[in-house]
């Protein structure tokens, strides 16, 4: 049984890795990405988190090369529209001043009441020194129990550093792509044995 965390931090890492290992342009990963997205939320919810969070990309990010910036940003804005299909409750938290940010998603930006739904944040054209220097926009996003990062890499990259103070960090070798629900009961699995005592 379980000891299921409220709130969950998503970092997908390994599309481009996984595009070259395919034989395709790096850019080619990100949309390889979104029936991962896809599947992890379906069975979040079957598994009782009410809460995901979602790295999109970064203001870092946006210096990669143009065909890529573009790949990721326009598979971020799909996954808006496939989140919102499954019923829950999504908003967006990143630089929205920024040319950046893609326009389609303002209406997005502000977080709202929701009841009975599962939340879902997405952090798009998101920077930790921004957030720090601007009034802590995501401070609407609450404390995050647990991260779980794909593709091996053991670093939270900026993801939002107040909120993840206590979070308990789990790594999973694999590729985002190639996610599958076990990677996720995994970390359930490995959480609820962690000793949560914030501080005390």
């Given at each position: 049984?379980?000891?299921?965390?409220?709130?969950?931090?998503?970092?997908?890492?390994?599309?481009?890795?996984?595009?070259?290992?395919?034989?395709?342009?790096k850019e080619d990963g990100y949309k390889y990405g979104l029936p991962a997205g896809l599947e992890l939320l379906r069975a979040a919810k079957r598994l009782g988190i009410k809460e995901l969070t979602y790295y999109g990309f970064?203001?870092?990010?946006?210096?990669?090369?143009?065909?890529?910036?573009?790949?990721?940003?326009?598979?971020?804005?799909?996954?808006?529209?496939?989140?919102?299909?499954?019923?829950?409750?999504?908003?967006?938290?990143?630089?929205?001043?920024?040319?950046?940010?893609?326009?389609?998603?303002?209406?997005?930006?502000?977080?709202?009441?929701?009841?009975?739904?599962?939340?879902?944040?997405?952090?798009?054209?998101?920077?930790?020194?921004?957030?720090?220097?601007?009034?802590?926009?995501?401070?609407?996003?609450?404390?995050?129990?647990?991260?779980?990062?794909?593709?091996?890499?053991?670093?939270?990259?900026?993801?939002?550093?107040?909120?993840?103070?206590?979070?308990?960090?789990?790594?999973?070798?694999?590729?985002?792509?190639?996610?599958?629900?076990?990677?996720?009961?995994?970390?359930?699995?490995?959480?609820?044995?962690?000793?949560?005592?914030?501080?005390?």
């Amino acid at each position: 049984m379980y000891r299921t965390p409220t709130h969950v931090g998503i970092i997908p890492d390994g599309n481009r890795r996984w595009a070259t290992q395919n034989g395709m342009n790096k850019e080619d990963g990100y949309k390889y990405g979104l029936p991962a997205g896809l599947e992890l939320l379906r069975a979040a919810k079957r598994l009782g988190i009410k809460e995901l969070t979602y790295y999109g990309f970064t203001v870092d990010n946006c210096k990669r090369p143009k065909a890529q910036v573009t790949a990721f940003t326009d598979a971020c804005c799909k996954a808006v529209k496939l989140i919102e299909a499954e019923g829950a409750e999504v908003c967006v938290v990143g630089n929205t001043n920024s040319p950046c940010f893609p326009p389609e998603l303002l209406p997005y930006a502000e977080r709202k009441d929701c009841q009975n739904k599962l939340r879902v944040n997405l952090l798009i054209n998101y920077g930790w020194e921004w957030d720090l220097n601007n009034g802590w926009p995501s401070r609407a996003v609450p404390r995050i129990d647990l991260v779980i990062r794909w593709g091996g890499m053991c670093r939270l990259s900026g993801f939002l550093p107040i909120q993840t103070v206590y979070s308990d960090f789990y790594i999973v070798k694999d590729l985002w792509p190639d996610f599958k629900e076990q990677h996720l009961k995994d970390a359930l699995d490995w959480y609820s044995r962690q000793d949560v005592t914030l501080g005390g």
